[in-house]
């Protein structure tokens, strides 16, 4: 006698077939949204989800949950939309939140699937269930958790659309027994299909910022992070040189907002406000654009600049704007705006303003003394292609990478907007997995690196050609500097990590460099290679720790 057929609910019948599943409905969302890259370091409870993906969906392993998120943050930011990654119940989203919060900073739009137990017993909290809501705080810019399984696929689409909106990460929590369920085929998803973002901008809001130009005497740009893209830039060219005017970049702004070997580039802004306030005593109006007014490092009292100094700002992040002390704030694309202004503004006939300059190249160091961080940013300095892509996480040497190692063109600059260490290694990886043309170069302390040394794995498992440079001083440089403000003894000892050791124990090409000599031999094999390479390779350049720190 045959069996039966399957039943409403999709379960398997007589013949062995089943209904399409809330897993397929799933894979459709991702193949739809460009989600096909998967970065995860999965659990028991993603296992239903991933084992037997289908080939049209790449899966990317990192050994640790900092690095997957790094990865995939720096996949988003290549790409210039979302990015896909899958953590494990509480101790995978616990592992990431540092990540999470670095991509809600750094306006990464991620979707992160977070595993968890079975729904059909989770009201008896078994094992590995998680109580994941509220685990990764305010970071993410929503949190889904479907009331039933037959939601998810919904809610995957909202995550993608939340992230694009918000530009940050949104979690969907499913239940490990969800993927399997049939999906619900007689109604709708709760998620719009196609969600078109105004990219105009309001003619009143430009003509108020035309009209607070043509006031000032001594105007001055600030840009910064969001305005890092191609048509930003291109704009902000035009208004810069139609009104004459230096052109700024935040402080610890973690991507470049302008060309910074444009003659109108003026440099870094000082990270605290008696520095700042006499850098821009000058001008008597600022136009803030894709930046925040301002960021600062660490507290000095006092006002940003002169009460006299009149402040715009610019930018599509609400919050940033919401914030700033700015007489007019303008909530809209920066590149409309700026392309706007370039046709409403008057030319200016004044001189032009002093140049940004880089240091001059230091003299190699002489026998018997050590290199300095110096020595390691010009020599790639000077080799460096214009396209280079910098990947920064060395905090006491940060203020010089700036000084030796211009963005000339967009995404040229990119670090972790949070402060927090662990993302140079897996988002310099997932930068490049997302651009595989263009070279791609981390300069990461030796301190910071192992934060994130896990990501090192999956850059050479995957064979992305990174170029990561190791400035290793011997302990964490940056924190003997501030602990001399202080004028106290630190109760931390230094620390001498072999990190090419660690980078070979990963299955990554390392080499352990301590001359300069060996410097400038290795950066003349690998840097022309930088583009075409599929290898990584780590260089660990022994410097001697930096004596200064003034961001």
């Known amino acids: 006698m045959g069996e039966a057929a399957p039943d409403r609910r999709g379960r398997a019948g007589s013949l062995g077939l089943t209904a399409r599943t809330v897993r397929d409905a799933a894979f459709d969302v991702f193949r739809r949204r460009r989600l096909t890259t998967l970065f995860s370091n ?12 289908p080939d049209d969906l790449r899966f990317v392993l990192a050994l640790h949950e900092n690095a ?13 939309e979302p990015a896909l990654a899958v953590v494990h119940t509480t101790a995978g ?15 990464a739009p991620l979707v992160v699937l977070v595993g968890q137990q079975d729904r059909r017993h989770l009201a008896f909290e078994p094992f590995l269930a998680g109580r994941l809501e509220r685990l990764a705080g305010d970071y993410p810019v929503s949190v889904e958790q479907p009331v039933r399984p037959q939601e998810v696929p919904g809610a995957i689409e909202r995550a993608y659309h939340a992230a694009t909106t918000h530009r940050g990460p949104a979690l969907v929590i499913v239940p490990m ?18 969600v078109v973002r105004a990219a105009a901008v309001d003619p009143a809001a430009v003509d108020r910022l035309s009209a607070f130009l043509a006031e000032a005497k001594s105007p001055a740009f600030v840009v910064g992070a969001g305005a890092d893209d191609p048509e930003t830039w291109s704009a902000l060219v035009a208004l810069a040189e139609r009104l ?41 109006a600022l136009l803030v654009v894709g930046a925040p007014v301002f960021r600062q490092s ?30 007019l704030a303008v909530l809209a694309p920066p590149a409309a705006v700026c392309r706007e202004l370039v046709s409403r503004v008057s030319a200016r006939d004044v001189p032009p303003p002093q140049s940004f300059r880089p240091p001059p190249r230091p003299e190699p160091p002489s026998a018997g003394e050590p290199m300095r961080a110096g020595h390691v ?11 280079a892509v910098v990947v920064e996480e060395a905090p006491v040497d940060r203020p010089e990478l700036h000084e030796r190692l211009p963005a000339r063109e967009p995404l040229g600059f990119l670090s972790a907007a949070m402060g927090g260490l662990g993302f140079a290694l897996g988002g310099a990886t997932g930068v490049r997995l997302a651009l595989p043309e263009r070279p791609v170069v981390a300069v990461v302390g030796d301190g910071s690196s192992i934060y994130g040394i896990q990501a090192l794995w999956s850059a050479a498992h995957y064979r992305v050609g990174v170029l990561f440079v190791i400035l290793s001083n011997g302990g964490y440089a940056i924190m003997d500097r501030l602990a001399e403000r202080v004028e106290r003894r630190p109760p931390w000892p230094p620390f001498d990590v072999e ?9 990554c090409p390392a080499r352990r460099i301590t001359s300069h000599a060996e410097l400038v031999s290795a950066l003349d094999e690998i840097v022309p290679t930088l583009a075409s390479r599929a290898e990584p390779v780590l260089l660990e350049v022994v410097i001697a720790p930096t004596a200064a720190f003034e961001p």
């Open 42 to 53: 999965p659990g028991s409870t993603e296992v239903p989800f991933l084992a037997g993906l």
């Open 68 to 80: 997957v998120v790094a990865l995939a943050t720096g996949y988003a930011i290549g790409r210039g």
């Open 93 to 107: 989203l616990g592992n990431a939140v540092g990540a999470i919060a670095t991509a809600r900073v750094n306006r």
């Open 177 to 194: 027994d969800d993927w399997s369920v049939p999906a619900d085929e007689e109604r709708e998803d709760a998620a719009a299909g196609v």
């Open 298 to 327: 660490p507290y000095a009292p006092g006002r940003f600049t002169d009460e006299r100094t009149r402040i715009a700002v610019v930018g599509d992040n609400a919050d940033e704007l919401h914030r700033s002390p700015a007489e």
């Open 377 to 387: 940013l010009a020599a790639l300095a000077e080799r460096l292609p214009t396209d």
């Open 499 to 507: 990190i090419a050791a660690l980078a070979r124990a990963f299955g």
């Open 244 to 284: 004459v005017v230096p052109v700024f970049q935040e402080s610890f702004g973690a991507r470049a907002g302008f060309p910074q070997d444009h003659a109108l580039f003026a440099g870094y802004l000082p990270a605290d406000r008696p520095r700042l306030r006499e850098k821009l005593a000058p001008f008597d």
